[in-house]
Protein backbone atom coordinates (compact mmCIF):
# COMPACT_ATOMS: atom_id res chain seq x y z
CA UNK A 1 0.00 0.00 0.00
CA UNK A 2 1.31 3.49 -0.58
CA UNK A 3 2.67 5.75 2.09
CA UNK A 4 1.96 8.94 1.95
CA UNK A 5 3.55 12.00 3.60
CA UNK A 6 1.94 15.67 3.39
CA UNK A 7 3.80 18.92 4.12
CA UNK A 8 3.24 22.76 3.54
CA UNK A 9 0.76 23.98 5.67
CA UNK A 10 0.49 26.84 7.93
CA UNK A 11 -0.77 29.91 9.68
CA UNK A 12 -1.59 32.38 6.65
CA UNK A 13 -4.10 35.69 7.08
CA UNK A 14 -7.36 35.73 4.69
CA UNK A 15 -6.43 36.63 1.14
CA UNK A 16 -2.75 34.85 1.39
CA UNK A 17 -1.32 31.84 -0.01
CA UNK A 18 -0.29 28.24 0.58
CA UNK A 19 1.20 25.50 -1.38
CA UNK A 20 0.55 22.17 -0.22
CA UNK A 21 3.12 18.70 -0.94
CA UNK A 22 2.21 15.16 -0.77
CA UNK A 23 4.88 12.54 -0.65
CA UNK A 24 4.06 8.82 -1.98
CA UNK A 25 6.07 5.79 -1.35
CA UNK A 26 4.68 3.87 -4.31
CA UNK A 27 6.65 3.09 -7.57
CA UNK A 28 3.70 2.89 -9.35
CA UNK A 29 2.37 6.98 -8.58
CA UNK A 30 0.82 7.17 -11.82
CA UNK A 31 -1.56 4.74 -11.39
CA UNK A 32 -3.05 6.26 -7.96
CA UNK A 33 -6.13 8.79 -8.59
CA UNK A 34 -4.92 11.08 -5.65
CA UNK A 35 -6.87 13.52 -3.43
CA UNK A 36 -7.24 16.43 -1.34
CA UNK A 37 -9.55 16.34 1.67
CA UNK A 38 -9.93 19.05 4.60
CA UNK A 39 -11.62 18.09 8.21
CA UNK A 40 -12.79 21.42 10.16
CA UNK A 41 -13.35 20.66 13.90
CA UNK A 42 -16.49 19.13 14.36
CA UNK A 43 -17.17 18.29 10.72
CA UNK A 44 -16.78 15.29 8.18
CA UNK A 45 -13.78 14.70 6.58
CA UNK A 46 -14.85 16.33 2.98
CA UNK A 47 -13.17 16.03 -0.73
CA UNK A 48 -11.66 19.69 -1.59
CA UNK A 49 -10.06 18.35 -5.01
CA UNK A 50 -9.09 15.24 -7.07
CA UNK A 51 -6.85 14.46 -10.11
CA UNK A 52 -6.48 11.29 -12.16
CA UNK A 53 -3.36 9.01 -12.72
CA UNK A 54 -1.65 10.97 -15.47
CA UNK A 55 -3.33 14.30 -14.14
CA UNK A 56 -5.08 15.50 -17.06
CA UNK A 57 -8.26 14.85 -15.67
CA UNK A 58 -9.22 17.19 -12.29
CA UNK A 59 -12.10 18.05 -9.94
CA UNK A 60 -12.64 20.85 -7.62
CA UNK A 61 -15.59 21.86 -5.17
CA UNK A 62 -17.17 24.44 -5.73
CA UNK A 63 -16.11 26.00 -2.74
CA UNK A 64 -12.66 26.00 -3.92
CA UNK A 65 -13.27 26.69 -7.63
CA UNK A 66 -10.95 29.35 -9.12
CA UNK A 67 -9.01 29.63 -6.25
CA UNK A 68 -6.87 26.25 -5.71
CA UNK A 69 -5.03 24.10 -8.35
CA UNK A 70 -4.27 20.24 -7.69
CA UNK A 71 -1.24 19.23 -10.03
CA UNK A 72 0.78 16.25 -9.81
CA UNK A 73 4.32 15.59 -10.85
CA UNK A 74 4.32 11.78 -11.84
CA UNK A 75 7.69 11.47 -11.75
CA UNK A 76 9.22 12.96 -8.52
CA UNK A 77 5.62 10.88 -6.81
CA UNK A 78 4.15 13.94 -5.64
CA UNK A 79 1.16 16.04 -5.07
CA UNK A 80 0.36 19.53 -4.93
CA UNK A 81 -2.22 21.43 -3.66
CA UNK A 82 -1.91 25.27 -4.49
CA UNK A 83 -3.97 27.39 -2.50
CA UNK A 84 -5.30 31.09 -3.68
CA UNK A 85 -7.20 33.90 -1.73
CA UNK A 86 -7.65 31.73 1.02
CA UNK A 87 -10.37 32.50 3.52
CA UNK A 88 -11.37 31.82 6.88
CA UNK A 89 -13.86 29.06 5.85
CA UNK A 90 -10.38 26.88 4.59
CA UNK A 91 -9.15 26.01 7.78
CA UNK A 92 -8.78 22.55 8.77
CA UNK A 93 -6.37 19.64 8.92
CA UNK A 94 -5.70 18.86 5.25
CA UNK A 95 -5.20 15.47 4.21
CA UNK A 96 -3.98 13.62 0.77
CA UNK A 97 -5.62 10.50 -0.30
CA UNK A 98 -4.91 7.98 -2.85
CA UNK A 99 -6.24 4.62 -4.63
CA UNK A 100 -6.20 2.48 -7.58
CA UNK A 101 -9.59 3.40 -8.33
CA UNK A 102 -12.20 5.09 -7.01
CA UNK A 103 -15.17 3.86 -9.09
CA UNK A 104 -15.66 7.29 -10.35
CA UNK A 105 -16.87 8.13 -6.74
CA UNK A 106 -14.71 10.76 -4.65
CA UNK A 107 -15.76 10.03 -1.20
CA UNK A 108 -13.04 9.48 1.68
CA UNK A 109 -14.55 5.86 2.13
CA UNK A 110 -13.50 5.35 -1.64
CA UNK A 111 -9.89 6.41 -0.97
CA UNK A 112 -7.52 3.30 1.07
CA UNK A 113 -4.13 5.09 1.76
CA UNK A 114 -3.97 8.08 4.03
CA UNK A 115 -1.44 10.63 4.48
CA UNK A 116 -1.07 12.08 8.30
CA UNK A 117 -2.83 15.56 7.74
CA UNK A 118 -1.25 18.86 8.00
CA UNK A 119 -3.29 22.18 9.53
CA UNK A 120 -4.03 24.86 7.64
CA UNK A 121 -4.96 27.95 9.84
CA UNK A 122 -6.81 31.18 8.10
CA UNK A 123 -6.87 33.88 10.55
CA UNK A 124 -9.71 36.67 9.23
Known amino acids: QVQLVESGGGLVPAGGSLRLSCSASAPTFSAYVMGWFRQAPGKERTIVAAISGSGDATYYVDAVEGRFVISRDNAKNTMYLQMNSLEPEDTGVYYC?????????????????WGQGTQVTVSS
Open 97 to 113: AGDRTTGGRLGASQFHA
